[in-house]
Each structure stands twice: as structure tokens, then as C-alpha cells.
């Protein structure tokens, strides 16, 4: 157990939330993850055993709030018991009943989500004993879970709770293949499998990628596919395979086939790494001729060409705000990108892809709102805010349960110091479903992972 969850407990053991086990060893919020049930059909054996840790009620008053759905508050009031949302509005709400907490000069959001993160498994350290993302042994591999390799103990998880606010992200399969395999979305909380963090009730996604990744890897072996074309005529015969397998007897259990099957199904979400307009396009003509749907083009740096497309197929960017020029495919990418989408009215989500951006999304945000005013697209800091809450939520299937300040929703809140959108500013304090899981204010509850306890910086908030 991680000391970040022995200091959880321990505050919950004085609300009468935590117990001993029969055999002494300390309860935590994830106890029951070593016998995780079966699914309905009995083909999810590693279904979540999430549990949330417990809160206090709380009222945060006296903020600037941003709800996360375009929505702004000033000297606002946030509430919020029993780990949900149970009102947000003027400073006049009443809080009878609830610790009150300060919130002058400072501001709220929701919990920053990251649709596109590889920790856990590409974990710090990045060494090649950690290198379990990418299944590069053919390039379609649906069989794989990404949650079959993520490691609860990387520092990374921490390290993107106390310095980016995260509170659920996305754990994908890396890009070496046209099909990586099962996504997985995760509560950025401490547990000791990966059973206890995902996110209760979230969708799987499935990974593809097309491109130069998948071409690269496998022309480089003397085999298919090795050129655009050669891409796109193994995923198209992939589909075909499956489609001819959900329409037959499933009972025949091949596992690959079940992850694209659900696909089909609209139970499991398509996010497409894919950089370059024309493929992006060619890519929601494949899905229409196949019969399945992308929830999200990933790295997308080439958007901004087809944002009525984007717009009009309903799907979202995932993007970088600069990431340019470190492969041929990103040569195109500008700046501009994500406010040319959103000025075309498409979906504009901002991502990581990297264990030290996930710390710094709202400051990606924010760089990507500065460059639409350099060329004339002024976005509200509120829409800003929408770009790392309930924009990602949505494409990753869980807005109905985070990603705004509505009542009824998770509690997954942020406390900043300052002006989320300004480099300055860090979050002060960080509730999920209701729990308070960090404080600045408070050096006991910095998270430490099992991983870095003894080691030089142990704790440290960078």
C-alpha cells in the first residue's frame, strides 16, 4: 500500500470509513480488488472495484468557479457531499452543514482530465524493463488490454495529481500498430491493482493508429503493411473478419474478435492516432463503409484543414497545443489549431501523451487560447477550460458522470491559487468523488508511491 493511501486511511479510520481486515493488515479503498467479479456475460474478469475514498462535506466559497460546460462564477459558491456535486452558484448559497473553505482570489474547476496518457504503462523510470505499451508483434492487436500492463506504483500518477489537477485519465496502448488494443480509463487514485482505479461504469476504447507509426515498424520487417495504402487494406480486411465474426456465433470465443465485435456493437469507443487531414478523412469513410464510429482523432495536428468534417461526423481532436516538425506527418502542425477547430464549431480536446505535459494541461490550454488571439479567435477562459473537463469526458464516454460542476456529478474538483490559465497558478487542494487526495497546504498529504519511498526526492512536488 502506498504511503499516500496509509494517510488516506488513516484520516478515514477517525470518520469510522476504514477497518482492519481479519488477518491486521489496514483496509483500503480498493480492498476487495484481489477478487474482482465477473462481468454480466462473465467475459469482463477484471471488471472495477473502485471504491471512493471518504470526504468531508465541503463548500468552497468565495471563488471564481468555472463549471467545465462554458459556465463562469464570480465569488461563487461550490458544494458538494457524499462525494457528489450538490450545488454550485452565488456566494448567497447556503453552507450550513458543510466545511467551509476560503476560496478569495482563488479558482475551481472541475478535475482536469487526459484522454490520451501512457502512464502506468510507459512508467517512470522510462527504461526498457518498463516499455509495456506497444504489442509490436502484429499490427493488429485487439486481444490486448492496455490495463494488463499499467503498474499503480508509477510516480507519474502522483506527480499529474499534485501538479495538473488530474483526476481520471485515459490509459492507451501506444501507436506501433494499426490496432494497439483496449483502452483503459482510470480515477487518478492510490490502489494497489489496477482493478481499484478504473473508473466505474467508463467504456472501454479501443487504439488504432494510422500513418507513418505502424508503416515504419512493420515495412522495417519486410512485411504488410508497409505504405498508406497497405494500412488501410489491413484495417479494412480486419473489419471485414469481424463483422462476418459479431454476426455469427460468438460463442466461439476469439478475443481479438470480441474487442472489435464491441466495437461494433457502439460499446467500445474508437480513439484514432492519426496526424495527417487526408487520412483523418479517409479514416470516417472507412468507419462508415464498416460500420463503427471514431470517438476521437488523436494528435490531430493537421485538424484545422477539416474542421467542418470534424464537426458534421462528430468527432474530437485530441491534440498538442505546439507539438510540430518531429516527424514528417506533424510538419503542418501550427499553434493555431485547436481555436481554427473551435472557431469551425468542432470538438477541441487538449492531451498529453507524455508523463510530464499531463502535470501542465491547463497551461497547454492555455497556450493554444493565446495563439487563436494572435489571430483574431478570442475563446472565453471558461470555453478554455471546457478543452481539459468535459470536452475529453465526453469523447470518453463518462460525461454523464464528471467533467462539469453539475449536481449530482462525481465531486472531482480543483482548488487552484490562481488563474488556472495562467503559468503561475498550480492547484492548491484536490477532492475526488469528495476526498480530499491532495493539499499543498498540507506536506502530509503529498502522495509518495511505494516506487520512490527511500529515493531522493521522495515526495517532492516539482
Not at 30 to 45: F, H, K, T, V
Not at 191 to 207: D, L, S, W
Not at 288 to 295: A, N, Q, R
Request: a negative charge; aromatic letters at 8%; proline letters at 6%.
Amino acid at each position: 500500500m502506498t504511503k499516500f493511501a496509509l494517510l488516506a486511511c488513516a484520516a478515514a479510520m477517525a470518520l469510522g470509513g476504514c477497518s482492519a481486515t481479519g488477518n491486521s493488515e489496514t483496509a483500503s479503498a480498493s480492498d476487495a480488488d484481489r477478487a474482482a467479479p465477473l462481468g454480466a456475460d462473465g467475459r469482463a474478469p477484471y471488471a472495477s472495484t473502485y471504491r471512493a475514498y471518504p470526504g468531508r462535506p465541503t463548500a468552497l466559497v468565495g471563488a471564481t468557479v468555472f463549471d467545465g460546460k462554458g459556465g463562469r462564477i464570480d465569488n461563487g459558491t461550490v458544494l458538494f457531499r457524499d462525494g457528489k456535486v450538490v450545488e454550485i452558484g452565488p456566494a448567497s448559497l447556503s453552507t450550513e452543514g458543510y466545511d467551509r473553505i476560503d476560496g478569495t482570489g482563488k479558482f475551481v474547476t472541475p478535475g482536469i482530465i487526459d484522454i490520451h496518457s501512457h502512464l502506468g504503462d510507459y512508467p517512470s523510470p522510462s527504461v526498457d524493463a518498463h516499455s509495456d505499451g506497444n504489442e509490436a508483434t502484429d499490427p493488429t492487436t485487439p486481444e490486448v488490454w492496455a490495463e494488463h500492463s499499467v503498474w499503480p506504483q508509477d510516480p507519474g500518477f502522483t506527480r499529474a495529481l499534485a501538479n495538473g489537477g488530474i483526476t481520471a485519465l485515459q490509459i492507451l496502448p501506444g501507436s506501433a500498430n494499426l490496432t494497439g488494443g483496449r483502452s483503459v480509463t482510470l480515477k487518478n487514485v492510490s490502489a494497489r491493482t489496477v482493478q481499484g482505479m478504473k473508473f466505474p461504469g467508463a467504456p472501454y476504447g479501443m487504439k488504432m493508429a494510422c500513418g507513418e507509426n505502424p508503416k515504419r515498424v512493420y515495412g522495417s520487417r519486410g512485411r504488410m503493411p508497409s505504405t498508406r495504402m497497405g494500412n488501410f487494406a489491413v484495417n479494412r480486411q480486419m473489419w471485414l473478419d469481424a463483422r462476418e465474426y459479431a454476426d455469427g456465433d460468438r460463442d466461439n470465443r476469439d478475443l481479438a474478435k470480441e474487442t472489435l465485435a464491441g466495437v461494433l456493437d457502439g460499446d467500445i469507443l474508437i480513439h484514432n492516432h492519426c496526424y495527417r487531414a487526408d487520412e483523418m478523412a479517409l479514416v470516417m469513410d472507412m468507419a462508415k463503409e464498416m460500420g463503427y464510429k471514431v470517438t476521437a482523432f488523436h494528435h490531430a495536428v493537421e485538424s484545422y484543414k477539416i474542421g467542418d468534417l470534424l464537426r458534421e461526423n462528430d468527432v474530437c481532436s485530441a491534440i498538442w497545443a505546439d507539438w510540430y516538425g518531429f516527424k514528417m506527418e506533424a510538419y503542418d502542425g501550427i499553434p493555431e489549431n485547436g481555436a481554427l477547430l473551435q472557431q469551425a464549431g468542432a470538438c477541441v480536446v487538449i492531451h498529453s501523451d507524455d508523463a510530464n505535459d499531463i502535470q501542465r494541461l491547463n497551461q497547454e490550454a492555455a497556450k493554444t487560447q493565446a495563439a487563436g488571439a494572435r489571430i483574431g479567435i478570442a475563446i472565453p477562459d471558461a470555453e478554455v477550460i471546457r478543452w481539459i473537463t468535459l470536452n475529453p469526458a465526453k469523447a470518453m464516454g463518462i460525461d454523464a458522470m464528471t467533467g462539469s460542476l453539475e449536481p449530482g456529478k462525481m465531486a472531482d474538483v480543483v482548488l487552484w491559487n490562481g488563474d488556472p490559465l495562467s503559468v503561475y497558478s498550480r492547484p492548491e487542494k484536490v477532492w475526488i468523488d469528495g476526498a480530499l487526495m491532495f493539499d499543498a497546504m498540507e506536506p502530509s498529504r503529498r502522495p509518495v508511491s511505494d516506487f520512490e519511498l527511500g529515493q531522493p526526492g521522495e515526495g517532492d512536488v516539482k
